[in-house]
C-alpha cells in the first residue's frame, strides 16, 4: 500500500499506510495521531484537521476550494503550504507525501 | 440492603431515567467509566476519553447495531474472538441496516461522502436568507396569538422544510412530507418494544426520492437535486439510485427530531437560567456559545450503540467480540475529569468544542453544521419578534416545579411539548 509521512505537533514522524480513495484526514485519524480532531467528521466546517505540506507536493494536490479557503483564512497558523486534510483525496500518485499537522487554534 | 435497593434501574424502560438520565448515568460513572449493566448484555461506557476511544476504533466496533441498541436482540449467536464475518451475513436483519449511521466500512466512507457536498459551509450560508424568512413565518403568527406550542408547532415544521431545501425537494412536495414525519415516532421509541425504531415515514418520502433520482438523472438541471442524483463515490463508480434514495431520506429522519429537540432544550435554559435571556437579548453573538453548552449539557442524542467486532480493549476494560457498547455520549460530556464543574452552566468552557453531542470520528454528525444554523437562526428570530419569553404555566407549572415531559425514548433527549408564551416586541 502507499504512504504518507505525518510529522506530529511534537516533531515525531511517523509513517501511515493509505487507502487511495480516502481522504488524507481518514488516513491520519485511523492511525490515531490524536493531533487531529477532526471535529466535523470532514464537512469543512471545523479547521482541525488543518497540516502542512510538503512544498514538493503542494502543486501535486487537488485545488482548493473557496470553502477551503475561506475557512483556513480564520486560522493563525495558516500558511502557503496550509491544506484542510479531509478536503483532499489521496491518490497512489501521492505516495510518499510528506505533512505536518499544524499547531493547535 | 435488600436486592431491590441495590438493583439497577433499567436504562431501556424506567421512567426514572427518562425523567433524569443525567442522575442515572452519574451512578453508573460511579461504577466505573466502562460498566456491564445488570439489566441487560450491554455494556455502558459513561467516561469521555472512554467514549471517544469506542467511537475512534472503527477497526474493533461495528456501527450495524446503532439505531437499535440492546431493545433488539442481537440476530445470532456471537461465536468466537472475531464475528465480523457474522455481522456482515446477518445484517440486513437488523432493524434500520439500510441507514447511513449503521454502515461500516467500506461502504460507508463511500455513501457519506455522497453527502458532503450538501453541508459546505457556502451551500449553508447561501440558506440562510430561506431559514430565517421560515423562521420569521412560522413566528409571527405565534407571536400575535401571545404563544404556541414549540416542538410540534415551530420546529419539527421549520426543520423539515429546511432539510427539503437543503436536498432541493420541490415546493408542492415538501407539505406531504411533513404531513409523513407529524404523525410518526422518534426513533428508540421506549412505549413500543416491539418496534423500538419505526421507518413508515421514511419510507413514503423515499417513494419521491426514487422519481426525483430518475427524473434528474435522465435529464439533470442545475439544481442540487441534479448535482445529488449525478454525483459518484470517490472511486469514481456510479452509486445505485437506491443508495441515493435511502441517502437523502435518511436526512430527514436524522436532522428532524435531533434539531427540534435541541431547540426545546435550549428554550428551557434560556428560560429557566437567571439572567440568561435578557444577557442574550443584550448580546445576541452569545448565541453559538450558548448554542454549544446546552450540546454539553443537554444536547439532543443521549447514547449511540456499536457492537464489538473483535475480542478488543476500551482503555482497561477488556470487551468480548459481539458485546453491544452503549456509549453514553450525553455523561461522557459531564465526565468530571474532562469538564471543571460538570453540570454547571457556563458560556465560557475552553474547548467546548470538543463536546460529543454529535458523535465523533467516521460517524461524526454530518449535519451539525446545518443544525447549529438552524437553530441559531430559529433563536435569533424568536428574540426578535419577542421581549420576553416564559413558560406557559398553566401547561408546565411554576419555576422550580415544572412539569415537563420528554420524549419516550432512550436515544433522544427532548422535551416532547413546550408551551410558550410569547410577549411581542
Ligand atoms: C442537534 C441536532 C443533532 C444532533 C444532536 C445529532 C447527533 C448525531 C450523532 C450523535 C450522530 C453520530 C451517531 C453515531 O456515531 O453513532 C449523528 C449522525 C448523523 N447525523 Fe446528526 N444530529 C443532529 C442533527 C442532524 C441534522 C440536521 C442532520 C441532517 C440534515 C443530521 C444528519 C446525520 C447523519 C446523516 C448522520 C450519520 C453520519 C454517518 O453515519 O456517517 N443530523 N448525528
Ligand atoms: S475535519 Fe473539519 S474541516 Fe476538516
Redesign the interface.
Known amino acids: 500500500m502507499p504512504q504518507l509521512f505525518v510529522t506530529t505537533r511534537k516533531g515525531e514522524e511517523r509513517s501511515v499506510e493509505f487507502e487511495p480513495g480516502s481522504t488524507a484526514m481518514q488516513a491520519i485519524y485511523d492511525a490515531n495521531f490524536a493531533d487531529i480532531l477532526a471535529l466535523c467528521g470532514g464537512v469543512c466546517s471545523c479547521a482541525t484537521c488543518h497540516i502542512y505540506v510538503d512544498p514538493r507536493f503542494v502543486e501535486a494536490l487537488p485545488k482548493m476550494s473557496a470553502d477551503e479557503n475561506d475557512l483556513l483564512e480564520g486560522s493563525s497558523h495558516r500558511n502557503e503550504r496550509s491544506r484542510l486534510s479531509c478536503q483532499f483525496r489521496l491518490s497512489p500518485e501521492l505516495d510518499g507525501l510528506r505533512v505536518t499537522i499544524a499547531p493547535e487554534d | 440492603m435488600t436486592d431491590q435497593a441495590t438493583a439497577e434501574r433499567d436504562y431501556f424502560s424506567d421512567p426514572s431515567v427518562l425523567k433524569d438520565p443525567y442522575d442515572y448515568f452519574e451512578e453508573m460513572f460511579s461504577k466505573g467509566p466502562v460498566h456491564q449493566l445488570q439489566s441487560r448484555d450491554i455494556v455502558m461506557v459513561t467516561g469521555y476519553d472512554e467514549a471517544l476511544e469506542v467511537l475512534?476504533n472503527?477497526?474493533d466496533f461495528s456501527s450495524a447495531i446503532c439505531v437499535v441498541g440492546a431493545a433488539y436482540p442481537l440476530p445470532f449467536e456471537p461465536r468466537g474472538d472475531d464475528v465480523s464475518e457474522q455481522i456482515k451475513a446477518h445484517r440486513h436483519e437488523i432493524p434500520g441496516s439500510d441507514l447511513l449511521v449503521t454502515y461500516d466500512q467500506p461502504q460507508h466512507?463511500a455513501s457519506r461522502s455522497l453527502l458532503?457536498r450538501l453541508?459546505?459551509?457556502?451551500r449553508l450560508k447561501a440558506m440562510e436568507g430561506y431559514m430565517s424568512g421560515l423562521a420569521d413565518k412560522l413566528l409571527q403568527d405565534a407571536v400575535a396569538r401571545g404563544g404556541c406550542e414549540l416542538v410540534k408547532e415551530i420546529a419539527v415544521p421549520y426543520v423539515t422544510y429546511v432539510v427539503a431545501d437543503l436536498l432541493g425537494v420541490p415546493a408542492a412536495d415538501r407539505d406531504l412530507f411533513r404531513a409523513a414525519l407529524d404523525q410518526s415516532a422518534p426513533p428508540g421509541n421506549m412505549n413500543d418494544s416491539e418496534k423500538p425504531t419505526e421507518f413508515s415515514a421514511l419510507e413514503y418520502m423515499a417513494g419521491f426520492f426514487v422519481r426525483y433520482v430518475h427524473e434528474r438523472r435522465a435529464a439533470p438541471g442545475n439544481d442540487v437535486l441534479s448535482e445529488f442524483a449525478t454525483a459518484k463515490y470517490?472511486?469514481g463508480s456510479t452509486p445505485d439510485a437506491m443508495e441515493l434514495v435511502r441517502l437523502s431520506t435518511f436526512l430527514f429522519g436524522a436532522g428532524q427530531d435531533t434539531t427540534a429537540k435541541l431547540l426545546g432544550n435550549s428554550m428551557r435554559y434560556i428560560i429557566d437560567t437567571p439572567g440568561l435571556q435578557q444577557q442574550l437579548r443584550t448580546n445576541r453573538a452569545l448565541i453559538p456559545a450558548f448554542i454549544e453548552e446546552v450540546l454539553r449539557l443537554e444536547g439532543s442524542s443521549k447514547v449511540t450503540f456499536r457492537v464489538a467486532r473483535k475480542k478488543t480493549r476500551v482503555l482497561d476494560t477488556e470487551i468480548p467480540a459481539g458485546k453491544r457498547v452503549v456509549v453514553a455520549l450525553a455523561a461522557a460530556n459531564r465526565d468530571p475529569r474532562r469538564w471543571e464543574e460538570p453540570k454547571a452552566f457556563k458560556l465560557d468552557r475552553p474547548k467546548i468544542?470538543?463536546h460529543l453531542a454529535?458523535?465523533?470520528?467516521?460517524?461524526?454528525?454530518?449535519g451539525?453544521?446545518l443544525a447549529r444554523a438552524e437553530v441559531r437562526i430559529m433563536l435569533d428570530r424568536l428574540l426578535e419578534h419577542t421581549s420576553d419569553i416564559g413558560f406557559s404555566e398553566a401547561y408546565h407549572g411554576k419555576p422550580g416545579n415544572r412539569r415537563l415531559d420528554y420524549e419516550p425514548s432512550f436515544i433522544i433527549r427532548g422535551l416532547a411539548q413546550l408551551h410558550l408564551e410569547l410577549k411581542a416586541a
Open positions: 475512534r472503527t477497526q466512507p458532503n453541508f459546505a459551509p457556502s470517490p472511486d468544542r470538543e454529535f458523535g465523533r470520528g467516521a460517524h461524526t454528525c454530518i451539525a453544521p
